[in-house]
């Protein structure tokens, strides 16, 4: 299994609600990743989870709250996002050593986020 | 920013010709590696190649990696009308950050 899960593939929220974006893998990748992307854009790196904790945070906005419960989960939690903040959120996996750290990652197909 | 950079950021050619697009970087690397990406959706990996190593091929597909000058190439020979996407470069640092340059759209005219 060489696949990176993301639920939803769709999302419309308002401004004031709150919702979670999920990221599920099984290949016992040890770094996980949140990218956002804009349209025509390359992903930019928000977070980086390196077996379970928080290694990189790309100074993002604390409206969005990201979460590793386990080895094989990455949740991303939104709360008060201005439209702005529409894009396309894509969750990857990677190996880290032993047995990785040179290895590439894999992306699962993005949440598609629109803010009205 | 956190982007290198890539040229050219869009290139259109015919079928069957050779498409070839570059990537510059300014910080140390593990590795370099190429991603595709069609209709905007999820990144499909194509080849990683180490901070050690020069020339990678896969099919057809080339990528050369020049570390002294902070510069990796990707060549697709013989290109298709599926080819058609965008294609970024990435770096891995020691961190394990892995950055995306700016991209290049292909557009592969049959």
């Known amino acids: 299994d060489t696949e990176v899960t993301q639920t939803p593939k769709h999302l419309v929220m308002g401004m004031t609600n709150k919702k979670s974006l999920k990221c599920e893998q099984h290949m016992g990748h040890r770094a996980m990743y949140w990218y956002k992307q804009k349209a025509k854009k390359p992903p930019e790196l928000m977070f980086v989870y390196s077996y379970e904790k928080l290694s990189i945070n790309e100074s993002v906005p604390s409206r969005f709250s990201p979460e590793c419960p386990n080895s094989s989960l990455l949740n991303l939690h939104l709360h008060a996002l201005q439209p702005e903040d529409s894009a396309l959120y894509l969750c990857?996996?990677?190996?880290?050593?032993?047995?990785?750290?040179?290895?590439?990652?894999?992306f699962g197909q993005g949440t598609r986020l629109t803010v009205v | 920013s956190q982007q290198g950079e890539e040229d050219p950021q869009a290139l259109s050619i015919q079928e069957g010709e050779n498409a070839t697009m570059n990537c510059s970087y300014k910080t140390s690397i593990n590795n370099l590696q190429w991603y595709r990406q069609n209709s905007g959706r999820g990144l499909v990996h194509l080849i990683l190649?180490?901070?050690?190593?020069r020339e990678k091929h896969s099919g057809r597909l080339r990528v050369t990696l020049d570390t002294s000058k902070k510069s990796s190439s990707l060549l697709i020979t013989a290109s298709r009308a599926a080819d058609t996407a965008s294609y970024f470069c990435a770096r891995m640092d020691s961190s394990y950050k892995l950055i995306f340059g700016s991209g290049t759209r292909l557009l592969v005219r049959p």
């Open positions: 190649i180490r901070s050690n190593e």
């Open positions: 990857a996996s990677s190996q880290l050593p032993p047995g990785g750290g040179n290895t590439e990652a894999f």
